[in-house]
Nanobody, 117 residues
Framework: QVQLKESGGGWVQAGGSLRLSCVASGSICSIDRMGWYRQALGKQREFVASVTRGGNTLYDSSVKGRFTISRDNAKNTVYLQMNSLKPEDTAVYYC???????????WGQGTQVTVSS
């Protein structure tokens, strides 16, 4: 079980951009699909985007066209480029192996993103 550490969050005004990074303690080459999820205060954790080893991507409709997920297997890192941020994007963002979301050990500590209007 690799350990995941997210970073890159912060405060930004609406319309701004942030780039999140998720670094794994070990190789992610064997992980088929890596994903980003987010959890706003008082709400359930929700899917944001995912990327396969082959580079195929999926996005939630709320972020499609604004967010871009990518992965660098050589660096054991997954990225989330977030553009045109909206106040409703405010949440703690987590990355994980999509096949292991049931396992609490597969989640990192998350990184806070706050978008002000």
């Amino acid at each position: 079980q690799v350990q995941l550490k997210e970073s890159g969050g912060g405060w930004v005004q609406a319309g701004g951009s942030l780039r999140l990074s998720c670094v794994a303690s070990g190789s992610i080459c064997s992980i088929d699909r890596m994903g980003w999820y987010r959890q706003a205060l008082g709400k359930q954790r929700e899917f944001v985007a995912s990327v396969t080893r082959g580079g195929n991507t999926l996005y939630d409709s709320s972020v499609k066209g604004r967010f871009t997920i990518s992965r660098d297997n050589a660096k054991n890192t997954v990225y989330l480029q977030m553009n045109s941020l909206k106040p409703e994007d405010t949440a703690v963002y987590y990355c994980t192996d999509v096949a292991s979301t049931w396992n609490s050990d597969s989640w990192g500590q998350g990184t806070q993103v706050t978008v002000s209007s």
